[in-house]
């Protein structure tokens, strides 16, 4: 039975697809798992990888043509098959390569019945839904993840109707089986069989599916809409790049600790990110270069005399999920109590009812902290027109070198993108080292 390979849908975006290369020829026997070609999307160059064992009958789209996902591109010849009846089927036209090719195409459309890295479906008319096993030979029709699916979950694909094209069993068939519990094949065992006069081993129950998952789209909210089209302006105008430095953190946990013990009568909690705010728009001051922006003119430099340091609040999947940014106005005028203050007001806020126009415009550097969450190391995206961004991790607990000695410490990694044509790496690294400095050595942020 003669397979069908089709232009398959590789990215969420992807409409159309161009063959770079075939890595095969009409006439080479493949097997499941060779790459057969490289094809471009709308975002990168990937494989093409084949999912059946056979011969190439038929190579119907050359090098270079660019062509609609479901298209089919090439034609493989099964055990048995003659690979030259089959092109002179396709040549002449008279195979059914029409609605085939329609059957294909709503599969790998859909981006979900088929195999992510091709769709293929059957040259000759598949057996109607119900009637999966009453194919010559005992065939059973069903895509390659379909088939991956039933093999993990030990189903039995001949009990399965498919829902597919012509009856052909895809992976919802299959998920729909292992949370009904049918399609079990009790006789089907992936134990290895036990030696003459020993015994079985047990077999291994499955692993119960977890319910509540479900397919949906979900519409954005106009502030979502935002943040995607000037995440996607960013990473696609500003010339990216990262810097990244190790905190000693134990000083300032000892000073906050202190601070927070001496304050909490009157209502006040500092956070470390209290101190990484005024770090960073302290250190503003030696370098000024960081707090700017690239020139509208596209030819110029913005150097700004006010810092106002901009923090990354997370929004609740409820809210339309994704960050804002709540400004920090003149972050260098303002002491760590204000600082702390301000920014819980403008995070609550950001969460109950929404940030004002005014309180999330003007900032001249942003710093995201997802230490709270766990996370060491992570990089962000520029919020443009700032130049620079500030990705903070956990201060977290590890072995660590003092003084020639291995003690237990705390350290915090910090990772800064920045915008190439106003930052020079040089410049980027003496930042972060004065930034550091004030971290490691926290009494300066007092005064």
């Known amino acids: 039975m003669a397979i069908e390979i089709t232009m398959p849908r590789l990215s969420d975006t992807m409409e159309q697809g161009t063959i770079v290369t075939w890595n095969v020829n009409e006439g080479d026997t493949v097997a499941a798992g060779d790459v057969l070609a490289d094809i471009e999307t709308d975002k990168a160059t990937m494989e093409l990888q084949n999912f059946d064992d056979g011969i190439i009958a038929a190579i119907l789209l050359p090098a270079g043509k660019e062509t609609d996902v479901g298209a089919v591109m090439a034609v493989l010849a099964e055990e048995g098959e003659d690979p030259a009846e089959i092109k002179?089927?396709?040549?002449?036209?008279?195979?059914?390569?029409?609605?085939a090719a329609s059957s294909a195409g709503s599969v790998a459309a859909t981006g979900g019945n088929g195999s992510a890295n091709g769709t293929t479906t059957s040259v000759e008319a598949s057996p109607s839904?119900?009637?999966?096993?009453?194919?010559p030979g005992g065939r059973i029709f069903a895509s390659p993840l379909a088939r991956k699916i039933a093999d993990e979950h030990n189903l039995d694909l001949g009990a399965i109707t498919g829902t597919g094209p012509s009856g052909r069993i895809v992976r919802k068939d299959v998920e729909a089986a292992v949370a009904g519990g049918t399609g079990t094949a009790p006789q089907r065992s992936t134990q290895p069989v036990a030696k003459s006069g020993g015994e079985a081993p047990a077999a291994v129950p499955m692993m119960a599916v977890p319910s509540g998952l479900?397919?949906?789209?979900?519409?954005?909210?106009?502030?979502?809409?935002?943040?995607?089209?000037?995440?996607?302006?960013?990473?696609?105008?500003?010339?990216?790049?990262?810097?990244?430095?190790?905190?000693?953190m134990d000083r300032l946990i000892a000073l906050r600790a202190q601070l927070n013990e001496q304050l909490?009568?009157?209502?006040?909690?500092?956070?470390?990110?209290?101190?990484?705010?005024?770090?960073?728009?302290?250190?503003?001051?030696?370098?000024?270069?960081?707090?700017?922006?690239?020139?509208?003119?596209?030819?110029?430099?913005?150097?700004?005399?006010?810092?106002?340091?901009?923090?990354?609040v997370a929004l609740s999947p409820e809210q339309g999920g994704g960050l804002v940014v709540a400004t920090l106005r003149h972050a260098d005028q303002m002491g760590l109590r204000h600082i702390s203050g301000e920014t819980r007001r403008l995070a609550k806020k950001a969460r109950d009812k929404g940030l004002s126009i005014e309180e999330m415009a003007d900032s001249t550097f942003t710093i995201s902290n997802l230490g709270m969450f766990g996370v060491e190391h992570f990089t962000a995206i520029i919020n443009p027109p700032?130049?620079?961004?500030?990705?903070?991790?956990?201060?977290?607990?590890?072995?660590?070198?003092?003084?020639?000695?291995?003690?237990?410490?705390?350290?915090?990694?910090m990772t800064m993108s920045s915008d190439h044509r106003v930052i020079d790496g040089a410049m980027a690294a003496q930042y972060l080292a004065t930034v550091r400095e004030y971290l490691e050595n926290p009494a300066t942020l007092l005064v």
Request: hydrophobic share 40%.
């Open 264 to 312: 909490e009568s009157q209502g006040v909690k500092l956070s470390v990110n209290d101190f990484l705010v005024r770090a960073c728009a302290l250190a503003m001051h030696q370098h000024p270069h960081i707090n700017a922006s690239w020139g509208a003119d596209n030819a110029s430099i913005d150097l700004h005399a006010a810092v106002n340091v901009g923090v990354a």
């Open 214 to 248: 479900s397919d949906e789209t979900v519409s954005l909210t106009n502030m979502r809409k935002t943040i995607a089209r000037r995440l996607v302006e960013s990473k696609q105008q500003v010339p990216h790049y990262q810097v990244t430095v190790v905190a000693d």
């Open 386 to 413: 700032n130049s620079a961004i500030l990705a903070v991790g956990q201060a977290t607990e590890k072995p660590v070198v003092r003084d020639g000695q291995i003690v237990i410490g705390h350290e915090m990694q």
């Open 129 to 135: 839904a119900g009637s999966q096993s009453d194919t």
């Open 88 to 99: 002179a089927q396709y040549a002449s036209g008279s195979a059914a390569a029409a609605p």
